[in-house]
């Protein structure tokens, strides 16, 4: 499975996000490919969760504002999430914050054994389905189509209810200043909630959200474990995390 998309395959889901459905027919016209090179691209996005392929065609997986996120930085957000699941052994019980970077993480814990995942993300269960060594539970709550996650009172409940290793959680903006932020009230809810049934809190963050502040004060950086980001991070911002006590991995 080929994980950095080709010209053709982004084609194919901006297709998607401007349509909601396609057929094959359609594309290999609009492309001017096979039906045969069509279908494998189809089914190459349908392995990395972008879509799902139907009689003869394909519609999104998911709303089209988690699929363009899916697309922004790939490349860097599945560093993050490689060097995230390499902190996983086997065994371990981990929660996963909704997320289109914290729940790549899931993708590449192939090959580990007895792990139990409790998720607030329906973009966790999509990449689990095809991994027999790991178990999932799902918070429940009020599920939110534009975030794919759960969220509210029942969500918190479940996650009260469970003491783990590790909490992957992402942010939608982060600074020195003021720390994690989000866009939502109740997914800094989630946060803090996972946080606190943690041994260990991992933020996971694309080097674009440095600098951004979003609507909602999470957490102050110094209230997770580690922070794990890709190396686009400008050397004097690694430089003043790193000099205030912060765990940084760039990757």
Known sequence: ?????????RSILDFLMDEGSLSVSRLSASLGVSTVTVRADLKNLEELGFLERTHGGAVPSFHVSILERLRERR???????????????????????????????????????DLHVVTN????????RCLPGLSVTVTGGEYRRLTESMVGPVALDAIERHNVRLAFVGTDGLSLKRGMTTHLVEGAEIVKAMVA?????????DSSKYGRAGFVSVLPLSGVDRVVMDDGLPPTAAEELRAVGIDLILV
Not at 88 to 112: N, P, Q, S, W, Y
Not at 121 to 128: E, F, G, I, N, R
Not at 197 to 205: H, N, P, T, V
């Open 121 to 128: 993300s329906a973009l966790v269960l999509t990449y689990a």
């Open 197 to 205: 049934r943690a041994e260990i809190s991992i933020l996971l963050a």
């Open 75 to 113: 490349v860097e957000k599945n560093r993050i999430a490689r060097a995230a699941a390499a902190l996983v052994t086997d065994g371990d019980r981990i929660m996963i914050e909704a997320g289109t970077t914290t729940a790549l993480v899931v993708r590449f814990l192939t090959g580990k054994r």
């Open 1 to 9: 499975m080929n994980e950095e998309l080709s010209e053709r395959e």
